[in-house]
């Protein structure tokens, strides 16, 4: 069933409000007629399963036939922190680490990041972004639209390190600790925790990082961990990483 994202203003006790592109996509896209049902989240914590109403003026109006309570949302808010990939790659990262349930990502730049950071093509890139946060999180009926950060300076993610309880840093190059090592026992003692863990899964580019930036992430409080024997493309590692580390928490359940 299709979902749409709507602002919370535009839930009303009986009846929610679609406009813009949404609007277009319910009348147009999906040709909805009058009885057909669909589903509308204020992207927190309501959802509702809603009958099309009407159009007026571009706007849709749905009535609200019952609220939904279900929670997709995993029990661990975990942020893919990513070096800025060349060319589209950070939209199949965004597209892909949503579907599998990432809370939000954080691009940034590092010693051997090869595109050229432009901050004024910068608020262009994060609405292209966050709009395919959203499209993905409706294709994957998540509670949640992820939220995407400015870009970072490598600095700037250091002194985000300690924010985080657990911040996993993938180093292909990383021969002891394996990826496991690091997240089994910090899920097993997370357990006795109430609230959302808070981890951060820091991936490189193209040309990984640079000694120096291992040094300094490490010294930070990060772990340095490996995924496996194989080298991976930068948009698989966080991938990878993301869903390893929701198996371990047993986040794999149906509904
Ligand atoms: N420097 C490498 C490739 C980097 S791959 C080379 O050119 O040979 C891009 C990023 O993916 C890395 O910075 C790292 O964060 C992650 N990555 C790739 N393979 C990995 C592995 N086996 N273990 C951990 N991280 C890996």
Redesign the pocket.
């Known amino acids: 069933m299709q979902k749409y994202f709507v602002a919370p203003e535009q839930f009303g006790e009986h009846y929610i409000e679609i406009s813009g592109q949404d609007a277009h996509h319910v009348t147009h896209v999906m040709r909805t007629k009058e009885g057909d049902l669909f589903i509308v989240s204020d992207g927190e914590a309501r959802e509702a399963l809603v009958e099309y109403t009407s159009v007026e003026a571009g706007t849709v109006k749905a009535r609200i036939v019952e609220m939904r309570e279900l929670d997709r949302e995993p029990h661990y808010d975990i942020v893919i922190a990513q070096?800025l990939p060349k060319g589209d790659k950070m939209e199949l990262i965004i597209q892909k680490c949503t579907e599998i349930g990432a809370a939000s990502f954080v691009p940034f730049v590092s010693e051997r990041t090869v595109v050229q950071y432009d901050a004024k093509k910068e608020a262009k890139r994060i609405e292209r972004w966050s709009k395919i946060a959203k499209e993905a999180a409706e294709q994957s009926h998540r509670n949640r639209v992820p939220s995407i950060a400015p870009c970072m300076s490598w600095k700037q993610l250091l002194q985000h390190v300690s924010s985080y309880e657990l911040v996993l840093?993938?180093?292909?190059d990383?021969r002891g600790t394996q990826l496991r090592d690091i997240v089994h026992p910090f899920v097993m003692e997370r357990r006795e925790h109430k609230g959302n863990a808070k981890v951060m899964i820091?991936?490189?580019?193209?040309?990984?990082?640079a000694p120096r930036e291992v040094e300094e992430i490490t010294s930070a409080g990060a772990h340095c961990?490996?995924?496996?024997?194989?080298?991976?493309?930068?948009e698989?590692?966080g991938m990878l990483a993301l869903a390893c580390l929701l198996y371990e928490t047993g986040e794999m359940g149906g509904v």
Request: charged share 25%.
């Open positions: 070096s840093f993938c180093y292909e990383e820091v991936v490189g580019p193209e040309g990984g990082f961990v490996g995924l496996g024997r194989r080298i991976l493309r930068a698989t590692a």
